[in-house]
């Protein structure tokens, strides 16, 4: 099992930048796939962000590229999301996952978080 456990979620100004954070525990071990996905009031949850391993391999939603920068330091089993220019459609419960091998963009994963929520005011 794997355990993760969000944080850095809180409320930002339209245009400001908040950093999340994602610690993994339990059975971690190499070339676990990490990611990020959101899911806003009354909306599916959706792909935000995926790293590789070794950090070579990134994906990105259309809607955050270029404003959104997913990062990891498996020295200590963390994944991170920094996201700059928010806006009030990025406002939502931000979720870490993991899942053995390859990333992947769809809900794939095998692990979650418990979710940080994130609040964009206009």
């Known amino acids: 099992q794997v355990q993760l456990v969000e944080s850095g979620g809180g409320l930002v100004q339209a245009g400001g930048s908040l950093r999340l954070s994602c610690a993994a525990s339990?059975?971690?071990?190499?070339?676990?796939?990490m990611a990020w996905f959101r899911q806003a009031p009354g909306k599916e949850r959706e792909f935000v962000a995926a790293?590789?391993?070794?950090?070579?391999?990134?994906y990105y939603a259309s809607s955050v590229k270029g404003r959104f920068t997913i990062s990891r330091d498996n020295a200590k089993n963390s994944v991170y999301l920094q996201m700059n220019s928010l806006k009030p459609e990025d406002t939502a419960v931000y979720y870490c996952?993991?899942?053995?091998?390859?990333?992947?963009?769809?809900?794939?994963?095998?692990?979650w978080g418990q979710g940080t929520q994130v609040t964009v005011s206009s």
């Open positions: 996952a993991a899942r053995p091998s390859v990333p992947v963009t769809t809900s794939g994963y095998n692990y």
């Open positions: 790293i590789n391993w070794t950090g070579g391999v990134i």
């Open positions: 339990g059975r971690t071990s190499s070339n676990y796939a």
